[in-house]
Every structure is written in C-alpha cells, then in structure tokens.
C-alpha cells in the first residue's frame, strides 16, 4: 500500500516538509496508521547479542531521522529493533538554509545539507524521560557549527554526559559532511583525543554505554586501515558504516540538477556497494574484531542481508524507509527467520 498509494502522494511534495507530516501523523495518529500496516514480526530467532546489548531484531533506524527524540516510542511500535537520535548538539541550531533536502528518485537516493538541525540536548533529554522501554535507543552526538575548533571536543563531551542516563549506546558523528572543519573530525589524531576524553566520562560511570564511530563512505583503504589500528588502540565498542557521500560518481541524475542542488551528504541505492565494501573490508581485514552497524543503500532484505553477510551484525534504514516503508522491516526480518531455517506460521 506504501509504495502504491502513500509514497506517489507524499513524493508530490517539498520533502522537509513531508518528514515534518509524516513525523506528526505518526505521532498524532499512529494507531490509525498501524491498522493499516503489517503486524511487526517478533521471533526470538530475530535476537542479537551485540556490544552488551540484546536487540529484538537486528533492524534499526538510522540517525537523523528521529533528530529530537520525538517519536521512539511510535517507532516501536512499527517493528524497529533500535533506534538511534540525534544528531543531538549542546545548543538548538537552526540548521542550514531551507532548501536543503533533495530526492534523487531515478537513483533512489537523496542528498541532504540540514546542518544538524536539532532542539538541542536539553530538548532530547526532556523526550526521553518519557521512554516506555519498547526499545533500544542509541545516542548519536556531534558538535555545534558555531563551537570554535578548540572546544570540539567539550561539545561531545557535554552531549556524553547528559544522555549517558537517557540512551542505551553512543554513536560518535565525526563523518558528517555538511559540518564546518569537518577534515579534523576525522582526523586520526583527534579521533584518538576524542575518543579517549568520551572514554574517561564512561568509564567514570556506575554503567558504562557502548560508544561507536561513524564513518563516511568515501574513506580509501589506508584510511580504513588507520580505523582499524584506532579500535584496536582506543577499544571502542565498533562502528557504524557508512555516513553520507559527497561522491556523486555513477548517478542518472543530470549533471544540470545535480549542479542546482549543490553540495550536501547522498544517501540511499547509490552508496549500497560502497558501504557494503567497508563493511566486508574492516570484517575481514580486522578478522572482526569489532561489532558493525551496516548502512546505506538498504532498500530491500536482498541488501540487508548483503550487509550481514559482508560481516554487519546490525543493520540500519533510513532513505530506504522513505523510499520503500515501513513493510521493509518486516521483509527484511522474515528473509533472516527464512536463512535461518523456516518461515513463521
């Protein structure tokens, strides 16, 4: 019914402004929209022990999404294993200038430039204590655009111990590309200082959260390899492949509307080989040594499952649960249960 009827109507118009409509019907109105959706799939065969964690089923939504910690709670409730905020960042920001999210559907992609728009950690906080435990929540944090280059890493660390009570995991988001100085972010040497500072706070804690690394897919292989000695160092707790692209390489969109769209992260079926290649790569060059959370490009359980068996244990959705709905999660949940032997009655 979503692809049929729903997705031509909401395609029709300005996609910002579809996120915020479908945000509020969700909200509003999600037990209406469930009775028209497929009863979520729950198996315990669907169950993954991950960094500590036990996850319902190994399917997730994928930061920036949920921005504000708004609508957890309904996500839940449409099968979802997991579900990360975010990007959260000390202060409320605005975000960049409107207009400033494209789809691309002849490639089934869509570039983004929001800035970390987000209602800032206080906000977050206040949502999540309205937690009903449905789920797995991880926190995905990031600095403000304004915060000089010398106070980086105070940012990160302001957003680590607010939510640290409040969400079950962290992601580090130092691979967005539509971030200023976003080339320190992912420098190896920060990294190292980051990671060691967010470490401190955790382990200082009664309880300590997982903590992962967000990287982008147009790292090359030395990079990549620079990833893996930098686990290996620091002993975070695993990474998430990938962020957005900035590559614009192989696309059937016009080089005229690209151009009029200017810069901004692309996600969706253009990125799909390329995650997927790091997530082989870092698997076997680490001999998986550390827990991945696969995404991009996952618009089908073919491509999920590609993931997994590339060496993902988890996988997340986003551009592909706008361009395939929320019947995707259960596809992909009922091609697991069928690899693993048979079917649900």
């Known amino acids: 019914m979503y692809k049929s009827l729903i997705r031509p109507i909401l395609f029709r118009f300005d996609p910002e402004a ?145 939510l640290h009570p409040h969400v079950d995991y962290f992601v580090l988001n130092v691979s967005c590309p539509n971030v200023g100085s976003h080339a320190k972010l992912e420098d190896v040497e920060y990294l190292r200082e980051l990671i060691t500072e967010v470490k401190k706070i955790n382990l200082s804690k009664s309880v300590q959260k997982p903590i992962l690394l967000k990287i982008a897919p147009d790292l090359n292989d030395r990079q990549l390899d620079e990833i893996i000695d930098l686990i290996a160092e620091t002993k975070i707790d695993g990474v998430i492949v990938s962020n957005t692209s900035v590559n614009r390489e192989g696309l059937k969109t016009s080089p005229e509307i690209l151009a009029q769209i200017g810069n901004g992260g692309l996600s969706g079926k253009p990125i799909r080989e390329r995650s997927t290649r790091m997530i082989r790569y870092l698997s076997e060059k680490s001999n998986r040594a550390f827990p991945i959370i696969g995404v991009g490009g996952i618009h089908s359980a073919k491509d999920a499952i590609e993931k997994l068996d590339a060496g993902a244990s988890l996988v997340q959705l986003y551009t592909g649960f706008i361009y395939e709905g929320p019947e995707l999660i259960n596809d992909i949940n009922r091609e697991i249960i069928k690899r693993a032997g048979r079917l649900p009655r």
């Open 18 to 162: 579809v996120h915020h409509f479908t945000f509020s019907m969700l909200k509003n109105f999600g037990f209406v929209t469930r009775l028209f959706l497929p009863k979520p799939i729950e198996d315990k065969r669907l169950e993954r022990e991950v960094f500590g964690l036990k996850f319902k089923n190994p399917v997730g939504l994928a930061a920036g999404f949920d921005k504000n910690a708004v609508l957890f709670n309904e996500l839940a409730d449409l099968g979802f294993g997991f579900v990360e905020i975010g990007t959260v960042t000390p202060k409320a920001q605005a975000g960049n200038p409107k207009k400033r999210l494209f789809r691309l559907i002849e490639d089934g992609g869509i570039i983004n430039r929001m800035g970390f728009n987000n209602d800032g950690l206080e906000a977050a906080i206040e949502k999540l204590k309205g937690n009903k435990g449905k789920i797995i929540i991880g926190g995905n944090i990031g600095k403000n655009t304004d915060t000089a280059p010398d106070q980086y890493t105070n940012d990160y660390l302001q957003c680590f111990e607010g």
